[in-house]
């Protein structure tokens, strides 16, 4: 079984401030892990995805992740917020590189304040 | 550039009356998922097909619900009869034949689905 926990429904922060989304992952298998982007009623957008080797992950629109196995943790980062920014975020975890459907967390709301 | 096609985008139905939504992959894609996203959570599977047959519909409430992708492309979610607790989003991902790590789900705009 897999499972996502994101750390607060809620983020606020400053135009131009850091970008931090916290997400922990569980997974009995080395895991797949993505972030999505959902904008209001809209579908879900891949920002990132991290499958194997390098740890740090580049996204678009200036985002990134780093894969902790110690910590079991996937957190998004952008180092300087836009209004763009503003929507739903969502981390999910796949066990593996197979097709089987993704593990989502509840998401987090973020909100930029100029 | 190639998109997942839903339809409709928003229904609005009574309870107990039959809804129905279509989805059209990306060409090429032979897996195709069915998300619903209750407002304030994230999505959760419902069914997944590869070609024209079940992989997985564990989570499929399956006394309402039914999905059918006859020709291994395009698919429809029948809910009947519908529930008060089935408002929710309805998201359609593909995927390509795996390749390496190269799984990405792409997913269509969703269907809005409020029953009063």
């Known amino acids: 079984a897999q499972s996502v926990t994101q750390l607060g429904s809620h983020v606020s922060v400053s135009e131009g401030a850091l970008v931090l989304l916290r997400c922990n992952y569980s997974?009995?298998?080395?895991?797949?892990l993505f972030w999505y982007v959902q904008y209001p009623n809209q579908g879900l957008q891949l920002l990132l995805k991290y499958t194997t080797g390098a740890t740090l992950v580049k996204g678009i629109n200036g985002f990134e992740a780093e894969f902790k196995k110690s910590e079991t943790s996937f957190h998004l980062t952008k180092p300087s917020a836009h209004m763009s920014d503003a929507a739903e975020y969502f981390c999910a975890v796949k066990s593996g590189g197979g097709a089987d459907g993704l593990t989502f967390g509840k998401g987090t709301h973020l909100i930029i304040q100029p | 550039e190639a998109e997942v096609a839903q339809s409709p985008r928003y229904k609005i139905t009574e309870k107990s009356q039959a809804v129905a939504f279509w989805c059209d992959p990306i060409s090429g894609h032979a897996t195709l998922y069915w998300y619903r996203q209750i407002l304030g959570q994230g999505p959760e599977l419902l069914v997944q097909f590869q070609d024209e047959s079940v992989v997985d519909d564990s989570q499929l409430p399956k006394d309402r619900f039914s999905a059918e992708r006859l020709k291994g492309v395009d698919s429809t979610l029948k809910i009947q009869p519908a529930e008060l607790g089935d408002s929710a989003m309805y998201l359609c991902a593909s995927s390509p034949p795996i390749a390496g790590d190269l799984n990405e789900q792409f997913f269509g705009p969703g269907t809005r689905l409020t029953v009063l």
């Open positions: 997974s009995s298998v080395p895991p797949y």
